[in-house]
Structures are given as structure tokens and as C-alpha cells.
């Protein structure tokens, strides 16, 4: 790095110097403490989109992470080649370094998805609320083994690469009567969460306002006043403006995995048909591809009905088909300079093109409106999500006698024990939640032999 300060970007918060012997560099130590970490390891067992369980084919939370790093890495080294001269080039992150970011970057996230996360938001109403991005940063600076108090402990530049949302829970939550965590109004025989008021902001937690303080400590006041900024937005929580430099790849290799790989999951297992590709990733959004398919065939332009053709036809047309559109896209990426940055980490980002953005966008709202918001997938978040709330609940009722043993110990000496009890439950697996939901609540199940 060519800056006077970058070292500053390697330091970690809790004191440790590798043995003598140790080659690696802080970004190599990092990766290492990710992939060996319990939390990283959960997430085979936690719900990408598809249900776990129902095949071995599609892909968990843990490979989507593997293929998000991946992806982070394409994206860095082919800045590497194309902006060789640019002025953000020094502060390209190595491909060891964006791997780690990316590999980390759903760890917070809790069972069953998204549905699970705007259970526990409702549980944790009045004590603080839950994000999984924030809970990723909870995860790595507090909750894992690797140091005596501060998580993973890892460097400065990794945890700032996975700070995606640069403001606290307290300031970004909206005052809005309708987005306050309340149960659904209108039900009689059970009691349900409202899921739309339930919804949290992307933030980072109260809890670690600290862990942000000394993460921004480097920063000018001008710079981290910038960085922290955010929007209010009428009708909905406060919304940030920035993310780092190393963010910003992660990021959209997230959005990446998320629109190619996710909807090449829904073709190959039938959720959705050529007439669902049609209709939601459309000739104009594919425009941009479609010219790029067509110089690699020497066709000039490939057709839309070909593109259509190739996603749904047999196995290895699909993955090929997969393979060029994750190439297009990674080839595409370009770096934006926000000029009211001097921090160089802060000052440049990556983005699409308008037509590789709107090729994008078609496809992540493809696996959103036929996939995710189909009735076969809500119906098991809804499911998966008041187990979340039951089990809670149940928990935070009587911790003295049902929390496992090491986690009742953090919860005495704790003074947020609800805090703690969100840790316990948002770590579960799909299948250790459900589990322990039969256990509670089911008479025939358990045994006084299950681990807890």
C-alpha cells in the first residue's frame, strides 16, 4: 500500500503478534480465523433461498459465502488488470484480504433467512432489535473464540470491508407507527408477528458503537462524519450512504451471487420455466449481455430467445450460460471516485455500467418475484419464522433453567441478558432451531441425552 498511514489498516483491537516463524500477513491470518470459526461452519446448516433438506443440490449459506468470496476475488483481480494505472490501484484489496470479507459477509444472519431475521427484530423490540449485517460485525468483534474480548479480533481493514451499514440501530430506526415490531392485528386464534412492522433497517447494533469508534478512529472528523451519514426516509428507516472501498466489491459479488447463481438454483430444480425467465429478465434489460454473447460466438448479437433458450435447456447449457454471465459481469465492473473522500479506502468504490447494472437488476428481481415471493418458500418462512419466536420466547422466559449451561453463565454476568439470548438463538442452524422448537414444544419429542 503506498499510503504513510496503511499500516494503521492492518492493527487489530486486541494486541497479538503471530510467531516468528508465521509468513502470513494480517490479511491470511483473517481468512484463516474465518474459516476455522464456529460461525462459519453454522452456516451450512441456515437457508440461502430453497429449503434445507429438500435436495443437496442447491445452495446453503455456506456455499453461497464460498461463492460470494470467489466472486470478491474475481472482481479484485480484475481491477488488478484493467485499472492497473489508476489511482485507487495501491489500495486494490489482495485476493486473500476480499476473499475473507466476502466469506464472512452472512455470518450474522440467523435460521430460516430473512424471515428469521424480522423474528428475532420483533423479539428484541424495546432491547435494541436485530440486523444480520449487524449482527455479522457482533459475531466477529465480540462473540467468537479467537481472542480473550474482542471476537475473531480481526484487523482494522477487514472489519471495515464488512461494515456495510456505517450507522447504529438507534439512529437509522424509524419512528413511524407502522414500522414499530407489533403482532398482526386481526387474529383471534394464534398470535402472529406483523411482518411488514417487524422489518429492521441496515445498520450495525447499538452494542458495538465502540467497536465502530476505535474501527473509524484513523479516519479525519470530515471523512467519518461523511462515511456515517445517512438519509431519514419518509415511511421507512434511515437509510446509509457509503460503504468502503473493500465493501463495495463485496457487495456486489453478494449482488452477483444473489441474481446469477440463486436464479440458476430455481431453473435447475424447475421453480422457474423459460416463460418466468421471458417475463422478468427482458430483451432491453439483457441488451448488454446479449451483445457480449454474441462477440464470444462471433454472431455479432445474440437473441433473446437464444439466452431464454440456453438458461432452460439441458444442465450444461445452464451452467455455461451461468459461467459467461458472472464473466460479463465481473468484466464490467468499473471504479467510482467520490471526490468529497480523502481516505482512499473511503474514497473509491466499484460499480456496474447502466447496462450490466439493468441486466443485473432484471435478474435479482427475477429470483425475487418467482422465487422468493412465491407461496412455496413464504409459506416456510412464515413457519421458520414464528418457531424463531416461540423458541425465544421460551429462552428469555426462563433462562435460569433453559438456556445450555455456557450460555446461562454469559447471560448472568451479562447486562443485556436478552442480548444474550438473541446471540444463543440467532446461532442456530434451521435444523438446531427446529429441533429445539420440538423439544420445548412438541410432548414426543426429547431425550435428556440431546446436545443443547
Known amino acids: 500500500m503506498a499510503d504513510a498511514n496503511a499500516e ?20 491470511a491470518t483473517d481468512y ?17 433461498i430453497l429449503n434445507l433438506g429438500d435436495s443437496d443440490f442447491y445452495r446453503n449459506r455456506l456455499t453461497h459465502s464460498i461463492e460470494v468470496a470467489q466472486v470478491a476475488g474475481g472482481i479484485a483481480r480484475q481491477l488488478q488488470r484493467d485499472f492497473a494505472s489508476h489511482p485507487a490501484a495501491p489500495w486494490i484489496p489482495d485476493l486473500t484480504m476480499i476473499q475473507a470479507i466476502g466469506a464472512t459477509h452472512d455470518l450474522g444472519h440467523p435460521p430460516f433467512g430473512h424471515g428469521g431475521e424480522v423474528a428475532l427484530h420483533y423479539c428484541m423490540r424495546g432491547t435494541g432489535g ?66 411488514k412492522a417487524c422489518r429492521p ?63 440458476e438454483d430455481a431453473l435447475a430444480t424447475r421453480l422457474m420455466d423459460a416463460g418466468d425467465v421471458a417475463s422478468t429478465v427482458s430483451e432491453e434489460a ?57 481516505t482512499p479506502l473511503l474514497r ?12 443485473l437488476k432484471a435478474l435479482k428481481r427475477a429470483v425475487w418475484e418467482k422465487v422468493i415471493r412465491s ?15 416461540a423458541v425465544f420466547e421460551a429462552l428469555a422466559a426462563d433462562p435460569g433453567s433453559l438456556l445450555p449451561e455456557g450460555t446461562r453463565t ?3 454476568a451479562a447486562d443485556d441478558g436478552m442480548r444474550i439470548v438473541c446471540d444463543h438463538v440467532s446461532g442456530m442452524t434451521d435444523g438446531f432451531l427446529l429441533r429445539t422448537y420440538e423439544r420445548l414444544f412438541s410432548p414426543r419429542m426429547g431425550s435428556v441425552f440431546d446436545e443443547i
Not at 503478534?17 to 494480517?26: H, K, M, V
Not at 437509510?239 to 440463486?262: E, N, P, Q, Y
Not at 460466438?297 to 433458450?309: D, K, M, P, Q, Y
Open 8 to 27: 494503521i489498516w492492518s492493527e487489530r483491537r486486541e494486541n497479538w503478534t503471530p510467531g516468528r516463524a508465521d509468513a502470513r500477513d494480517a490479511a
Open 32 to 48: 484463516a480465523r474465518v474459516v476455522h470459526s464456529a460461525s462459519f461452519r453454522r452456516l451450512q446448516g441456515k437457508t440461502q
Open 130 to 195: 436485530f440486523e444480520g449485517n449487524g449482527q455479522t460485525l457482533r459475531i466477529l468483534s465480540r462473540l467468537e473464540s479467537f481472542s480473550e474480548a474482542n471476537g475473531a479480533n480481526l484487523s482494522r481493514r477487514s472489519l471495515l470491508g464488512i461494515l456495510k451499514y456505517p450507522a447504529p440501530m438507534g439512529a437509522v430506526l424509524s419512528a413511524d407507527a407502522r414500522l414499530q415490531p407489533a403482532l398482526l392485528a386481526g387474529t383471534s386464534a394464534v398470535r402472529l408477528i406483523d411482518r
Open 201 to 263: 433497517p441496515k445498520c450495525y447494533l447499538d452494542t458495538e458503537r465502540d467497536v465502530v469508534d476505535w474501527l473509524l478512529d484513523p479516519l479525519p472528523n470530515a471523512d467519518r462524519d461523511l462515511f456515517t451519514s445517512w438519509d431519514p426516509v419518509d415511511g421507512d428507516h434511515g437509510r446509509t450512504r457509503h460503504k468502503s472501498f473493500d465493501c463495495s466489491i463485496m457487495d456486489l459479488a453478494d449482488d452477483i451471487a444473489f441474481g446469477v447463481h440463486d436464479l
Open 286 to 342: 439483457c441488451a448488454g449481455f446479449l451483445e457480449y454473447l454474441g462477440e464470444r460466438e462471433g454472431s455479432g448479437t445474440a437473441s433473446h430467445a437464444g439466452f431464454v433458450g440456453a438458461l432452460t435447456g439441458d444442465r450444461r447449457t445452464l451452467k455455461r450460460t451461468i459461467g459467461r454471465m458472472v464473466t460479463y459481469l465481473i468484466t464490467s465492473v468499473e471504479i467510482r471516485t467520490e471526490d468529497a473522500f480523502g
Open 348 to 359: 473509491y468504490r466499484v460499480n456496474l455500467p447502466e447496462r450490466p447494472q439493468a441486466f
Open 375 to 389: 407461496a412455496a418458500v413464504q409459506q416456510l418462512e412464515f413457519k421458520g419464522q414464528n418457531m424463531v419466536v
Open 410 to 412: 454469559r447471560y448472568g
